[in-house]
Every structure is written in C-alpha cells, then in structure tokens.
C-alpha cells in the first residue's frame, strides 16, 4: 500500500518559515488535486491549500499571501512554503491526494508546526 510521506515540520518563532514537502512512498499513477490540511488541538480539519493537476491553486483566507503551494508532477511531490507564521498556524498539517477516476483519498501521517509568539 502507497503511503505519503511528508517532512519538514517543526517548531518556529512567529514571523519564521517552514517548508512542508510530501511525496508518496511508491509508484503512484493519475494524481489529481493535491492539497494540505490543517488539525489544530479540538478543532476540526481544515483545508488549507489545493492545486490542481494543472496549476490552480485555491487558500484559506487566513493564509493567502503567506503560504504558497506548488507541486512537481514528474515527482508526484507537493510543497507548502510557510512564511510569516503566527501562533494560531500551529496545527498538524496532513498532506491529502486525490487519485484517479473516483478521486481515492490518500493522506499522509501528519507533520506538527509549533509557531511560538
């Protein structure tokens, strides 16, 4: 069973960046929208970015013009560039691909950002 592996999590002070990354652990054919949610302690998951196969690109309102989402379709990679991160970013982010025909819903095992103020 393909998993998606994401890294680059950690521990920032307000103001600092981070850059997550995913991928999956084999061979992985017909990706469609990859995106990243966000978990934050008694709240429920949030979408936090998406691109499509194609390029567009979709944020959550609290993130736009800070994080940007980009991907490499050659290596079924996706980024999210973190910049002037505020304490309520801090969440487990989860990496989230949509697969084939019927969009099958891969998700990764979760990376924690402490953004400390």
């Known amino acids: 069973q393909v998993q998606l592996v994401e890294s680059g999590g950690g521990l920032v002070q307000a103001g600092g960046s981070l850059r997550l990354s995913c991928a999956p652990s084999?061979?992985?054919?017909?990706?469609?929208?990859m995106g990243w949610y966000r978990q934050a302690p008694e709240k429920q998951r949030e979408l936090v970015a998406v691109?499509?196969?194609?390029?567009?690109?979709n944020y959550e309102d609290s993130v736009k013009g800070r994080f940007t989402i980009s991907r490499d379709n050659a290596k079924n990679t996706v980024y999210l560039q973190m910049n002037s991160l505020k304490p309520e970013d801090t969440a487990v982010y989860y990496c989230?691909?949509?697969?084939?025909?019927?969009?099958?819903?891969?998700w990764g095992q979760g990376t924690q950002v402490t953004v400390s103020s």
């Open positions: 989230n691909f949509k697969v084939g025909v019927i969009n099958y819903d891969y």
């Open positions: 691109i499509s196969r194609g390029g567009s690109t």
């Open positions: 084999g061979r992985l054919f017909g990706v469609n929208d």
